[in-house]
């Protein structure tokens, strides 16, 4: 049974579905639609269409498939449904669980685009949020209601790197009858339990680790078989946000090595972390596998190591930070993450832009902060490379 298989067999083999042709890569079905033999066979599958059946690419496409059962099974989930982004994911699993008069508790460290949906398009729609910090079991206590339908968490937060104690939170959610959706990017679908620790709903924007080398846009929302194919499917199906049958193909190819890659850079950003704990130019150094972290033993207990990406607080502030990502020369400027390429950002002028000094300050999000997104590159020559750009300050 795949189900008994260890990851990384799933990650190689899982959801497999071969044409009469044998081919041992999975094929780019890459059609719109599906022929029927007969006018029956075509109303049958109108009326219920089975796992391996397909109407419509919008509906579902024998690659994307392979890839979602193959997320699936790595994620420990029933059923998952793929999209064309992560964004496209995290609105599905919001509004199809959600209707005007819910009240939502969400953590306030957010995503920029997840914030913009919660407060730009959901409470447009009547919904009303109550945002909180993360960190703080007494303010999700105090927050959440009997009308609390939805309780919406980055299990780790961008970039401050904060983790948030899922288990409590989805205790406390759980009470009140809510729904724990996670957006779980930072967390890797390598390292997650979130399913195993209380979440209900499983967000990834799988443009990050699971491609990995930053070709493509995708997502992914994974839960049980009851949600995914009642109430997230339809309203997926009939809005649009279907993933194509060749991002499917590059993120199938992406999870056969993503325990590989997780590992490397994980272990790697470790290294890099603990070289440069303490450096004069650096305030701090935030990664949470570092044992000065303040929440460490708790993304231990969750985690099986501290993540992929870091954050420097220089001293110095703007300035310093521009002249440390100018001196760079192999991390590379960019806003991806996961990627098999170390990328830096500065949070306070491209990803966060959009708050106001005030918002940003609530979330640590200082001008002197940079986020560090550790790739696949050898680790001496990045530490030797952030050791440079540090020292050119
Ligand atoms: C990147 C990201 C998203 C959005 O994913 P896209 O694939 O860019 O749409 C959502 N949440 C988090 C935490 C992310 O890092």
Redesign the pocket.
């Known amino acids: 049974m795949a189900q008994d298989w260890k990851k990384r067999t799933k990650l190689v083999h899982g959801g497999t579905r071969r044409s009469q042709y044998g081919e041992v890569s999975e094929a780019i079905f890459l059609t719109q639609g599906f022929v029927y033999d007969s006018a029956e066979q075509a109303a049958g599958r109108f009326e219920d269409c089975g796992d391996d059946e397909f109407i419509y690419a919008r509906y579902g496409n024998p690659t994307v498939r392979m890839f979602e059962e193959r997320i699936a099974l790595l994620e420990g989930a029933e059923d998952a449904f793929a999209t064309a982004?992560?964004?496209?994911?995290?609105n599905g699993a919001l509004a199809s669980l959600l209707k005007a008069g819910d009240h939502v508790v969400s953590a306030r460290a957010?995503?920029g685009?997840?914030l913009y949906i919660l407060e730009d398009v959901l409470a447009r729609f009547g919904v009303e949020i109550t945002f909180v910090d993360g960190t703080d079991l007494d303010a999700w206590r105090s927050a959440v209601r009997p009308d609390t339908k939805v309780v919406f968490l980055?299990s780790m937060s961008?970039p401050t790197l904060e983790v948030i104690d899922l288990p409590s939170v989805a205790k406390i959610a759980h009470e009140m009858g809510a729904t724990v959706v996670v957006?779980?990017?930072?967390t890797t679908p390598v390292f997650s339990r979130a399913l195993e620790l209380g979440a209900d709903v499983v967000?990834y924007?799988?443009?990050?680790h699971i491609d990995g080398q930053g070709r493509t846009?995708?997502?992914v929302v994974l839960g049980t078989r009851e949600y995914i194919r009642k109430t997230l499917e339809p309203y997926l199906k009939h809005t649009g946000g279907a993933m194509s049958p060749f991002t499917a193909w590059v993120m199938l190819k992406g999870l056969e090595t993503i325990e590989l890659r997780v590992h490397a850079q994980a272990d790697s950003a470790l290294a890099v972390a603990q070289a440069l704990e303490g450096h004069p130019q650096l305030e701090r150094v935030i990664f949470p596998g570092l044992a000065n972290h303040p929440q460490h033993t708790l993304a231990m207990s969750q985690l099986e190591k501290g993540g992929t990406v870091i954050s420097l607080d220089l001293k110095g502030g703007q300035e310093a930070a521009f002249r440390f990502l100018n001196a760079l020369e192999i991390v590379i400027i960019s806003n991806?993450?996961g990627d098999a390429k170390s990328i830096v950002t500065h949070p306070t002028t491209t990803t966060h832009q959009r708050l106001t000094d005030e918002q940003r300050a609530t979330l640590g999000i200082t001008p002197g902060l940079v986020r560090i997104s550790v790739g696949l590159e050898d680790t001496g020559d990045l530490i030797a490379d952030i050791q440079g750009a540090l020292a050119a300050i």
């Open positions: 982004s992560g964004m496209a994911a995290v957010l995503f685009s997840c980055e961008n957006d779980n990017v930072f967000v924007s799988a443009t990050k846009l995708g997502g991806n993450l």
